[in-house]
Structure formats: structure tokens, C-alpha cells
């Protein structure tokens, strides 16, 4: 029985579609991700955008793609990381991984009400002692060395009244 062309690219579409699956199911095993990171993969991946939509849709359907879960795992991974970083941070790296503001500010509220008050505080000044420590090995002159030191924690996300707070803790030069 001859195959024709419409049954042909219909059994090709099905296999496209497995495989676009079959490509999400892979990236998503490695790590979380959010709707607009995987979307962005499978772009890549030269997947057509009708394909990446079913797929999307089907893989937020069964729970395995969950924006809410993958801005919550997020944030909890970042404030326990050993290389501290602060809330803004925080928030521009969700965003830049496709998570929506108002989204990633809840994440981000419900992981602080889980913190103590001083715990953006602590992580600044952990992050703080250790390049001040590096800043002094270097012999800087003492006020360059705080500015490289409030450079370096407004890269980290951090506020400037929490940046402001750790360079004044800071122990004076003696003479």
C-alpha cells in the first residue's frame, strides 16, 4: 500500500513533535526552568513555534513546567548560595529568565518572610569581608578601596543603605 503525501508529513510532524518533547523532558531533567527559558532552548533548537507552544502547554499541564515553583526554588537557592547575593539581583536575574516582575517580587517576599530581619545584612557582609580582606592584601589606598567595596556589593544586588551599613562597620585604617 503506497504511502501518500499527506499521511508522509503527518507521520514527520508527529516525529518533530517527539522529538521537541523529547528535547524539553532532557533540559528540564538537568535543571528547573522557566516557560521562557525552555521556549528560548527550543528556539534554538529550531523547533516551530506551534510545536514549542503544544509542548509548553502540555508540559505546564502535568506540573512539570511551573513558573510560580521555578521563581520560589530560585530565590531559595540564591540566599543560601555560598557567594551571597542581594534582592535586586535576586529579581533581575528571574526577569532575565523570562519570569514576570510581579512574580518574582512575590517569590521574593515570601522567602524573606521565611528569613530574619538582618538576613540581607549578614549576606552582605559575608559577601563584604571577603573582598574587603582581598582589597587590603592589594595595600589600596583606604577610601579606594571602600568605593571598589561599594562597587562590588551594588554588582551583588545589594541596597545602598545595606552597602552603606557594612563599609561603616568597617574598621578604620590605623595610622
Known sequence: MPLDSETTSSEAAQKLLE???ESAL???DSRM???????RKLRQREFPRVLREAILADLERVGLLDDRMFAEAFVREKLASSRPVGARRILL??????IANELAQEALAEA???EDGDAELDRARQAGERKWASLMRSKR???KARASLYRFLAS???????IRRVIDDLPRPTD
Open 141 to 143: 589606598e583606604h577610601q
Open 112 to 114: 524573606a518572610e521565611e
Open 156 to 162: 551583588r544586588g545589594f541596597d545602598s543603605d545595606i
Open 19 to 21: 522529538k521537541c518533547r
Open 26 to 28: 532532557r533540559l528540564l
Open 33 to 39: 526552568h522557566s516557560h521562557a527559558e525552555l521556549d
Open 93 to 98: 536575574d528571574l526577569r532575565r529568565r523570562g
